[in-house]
């Protein structure tokens, strides 16, 4: 799909009622700072989540991801990753999507479908998507890890330096306006390109997501949001209001690209 239409309102849909208020409507809340700079009033006009002019080029990307997928990441054994894996998880969604989610690795269920964001924490990933009246196919999901660790364990820095040129690689097609970081491995590893490419010495450290979710960072003009892994919300459900204004946010920067 390379173009998707919705309703610009923040109007509570049954994706929110499921994602958010079932866990969070009974606590106070108040926005995140950098949200607050960005009003929602008055806003209820149609949107494009991708421009014209980028859905020129969706053959061109999906063709590039193809031979990304077919002819670098497929049969990869660059990393001792590739031995336990049933099939590797290139990541889906729409090549040519101004929103892109960035998880961490595949668990046992992508593991046996080869797609991203399936199980538990990929349905409750697609309920969020769907909170801001997006579909999961207008967007692009993919993960800094394209095999699974073993026991869900966390990914190794071999792993992610092996990797993450696979990733580095799907970012440069896809070229997304916006990129949502989920959880603490995605935005450690864009916190990291940001660093390495700044000539002026910028340095972010990463602390935790609670400290960074809420602001706006900056990766080669591409507008990255933090916020928690939807594997913590399962744990945690009261972060989902967190999740909530992230979201929230997001939508109101792809209206501005519109
Ligand atoms: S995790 Fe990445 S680098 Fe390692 S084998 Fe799988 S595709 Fe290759």
């Not at 990869?76 to 290139?90: A, D, P, Q, Y």
């Not at 729409?94 to 960035?102: G, K, N, Q």
């Not at 801001?132 to 992610?160: M, S």
Request: net charge neutral.
């Amino acid at each position: 799909m390379s173009v998707a239409q919705y309703k610009d309102s923040f109007a509570f849909n049954a994706a929110v009622n499921e994602f958010y208020i079932d866990s969070a409507r009974k606590e106070n809340h108040t926005k995140p700072a950098a949200a607050m700079q960005y009003s929602t009033a008055g806003q209820s006009r149609d949107i494009t989540l991708t421009s014209p002019l980028k859905s020129a080029e969706n053959s061109a990307n999906e063709e590039a991801l193809k031979k990304l997928r077919d002819y670098k990441i497929n049969n990869c054994t660059k990393c001792g990753l590739s031995k336990e894996r049933n099939l590797i998880v290139f990541g889906e969604g729409d090549a040519d999507s101004d929103l892109m989610f960035i998880g961490e690795a595949p668990g046992a269920d992508e593991d046996k479908t080869g797609r991203p964001f399936i199980g538990k924490a990929g349905q409750l990933l697609t309920k969020i998507i769907e909170s801001i009246n997006l579909k999961r196919e207008d967007v692009y999901i993919a993960n800094i890890i394209k095999c699974r660790p073993p026991g869900n364990r966390n990914p190794e820095q071999n792993e992610i330096e092996n990797c993450s040129p696979f990733l580095r690689e799907q970012i440069d097609i896809i070229k997304p306006k916006i990129i949502c970081t989920l959880g603490k491995f995605s935005t450690m590893f864009i916190f990291n390109e940001i660093n390495n490419a700044a000539a002026g010495g910028d340095n972010i450290e990463f602390e935790k997501i609670g400290s960074h979710r809420g602001k706006i960072y900056n990766y080669k003009n591409i507008k990255v949001i933090p916020t928690f892994h939807p594997s913590y919300l399962l744990r945690n459900p009261s972060a989902k209001k967190d999740v909530w204004e992230d979201m929230k946010l997001i939508r109101v920067l792809l209206s501005e690209y519109i």
